[in-house]
């Protein structure tokens, strides 16, 4: 099956720090999502990706879809102590089709 | 908008019990849920595709007479596990697709079976 390596598992920075986490997979997805949780909370969604070489920013945050469609990168700019949690990227073949989860990014932030 | 509702928020059980899980999309209609499972400082686990009016979509590995899942309208879809045991003790999450492209996902049911 589909598999998807997020990196790094974890990342301890510091508050105004700038941080990049990276996904890639074996196949080809033609839409890339990025979502953010929090300790006992679904996952919420950032930013979604739907074209090859699209960069799309969300405040602090920039994603983009990779060329191949098989990988996509989050920035998040001068980090703050509220971007704490765990970052997933997931990737979707077609539309309405289900999911494909990296294994997520675990950041803290350190004020 | 895009919001989806779960309930209840957390759960706890016997062991040999049922527990039904509600999956609610608020401002949207969706032909399609999706019901997830997650473990402590894991990534989600896809159990199944709820489609309205049909039956669902099972993954691999996933027991369907355990994990029953109906999609009564095309805002609701429910999850009952059947005859819970401590194994099942989980975090179960749902997601509905406000668009082709976009999943949201609830706050999520935290499952306690003793």
């Known amino acids: 099956g589909q598999q998807l390596n997020q990196s790094p598992q974890s990342m301890f920075i510091q508050e105004g720090e700038d941080v990049s986490m990276n996904c890639t997979s074996s196949?080809?997805?033609?839409?890339w999502l990025w979502y953010k949780q929090d300790p006992g909370e679904g996952p919420v969604l950032l930013i979604a990706?739907?074209?090859?070489?699209e960069l799309t920013s969300n405040g602090r945050l920039t994603a983009q879809f990779g060329i191949t469609r098989k990988d996509s990168f989050l920035n998040i700019s001068a980090s703050i102590p509220s971007d704490v949690g765990i970052y997933f990227c997931?990737?979707?073949?077609?539309?309405?089709?289900?999911?494909?989860f990296g294994e997520g990014t675990q950041l803290t932030v350190n004020p | 908008g895009a919001v989806v509702s779960q309930h209840p928020s957390w759960v706890i059980c016997k062991s040999g019990t049922s527990v039904k899980i509600e999956c609610r999309s608020l401002?949207?209609?969706?032909?399609?849920m999706f019901w997830y499972r997650q473990f402590p400082k894991q990534s989600l686990m896809l159990m199944a595709t709820?489609?309205?009016?049909?039956?669902?979509?099972?993954e691999q590995g996933v027991e369907k007479d355990k994990f029953l899942i109906n999609h009564a309208s095309l805002t609701l879809s429910t999850l009952t596990v059947t005859s819970a045991h401590p194994e099942d003790s989980s975090f179960y999450i749902c997601?509905?697709?406000?668009?082709?492209?976009?999943?949201?996902f609830g706050p999520g049911t935290r499952l306690t079976v003793t």
């Open positions: 997601s509905a697709g406000a668009s082709p492209y976009e999943q949201y």
């Open positions: 196949s080809i997805f033609n839409t």
């Open positions: 990706l739907y074209k090859a070489g």
């Open positions: 997931a990737g979707q073949e077609t539309s309405g089709s289900r999911l494909t």
């Open positions: 401002d949207f209609q969706a032909t399609t």
């Open positions: 709820s489609n309205e009016g049909s039956k669902a979509t099972y």
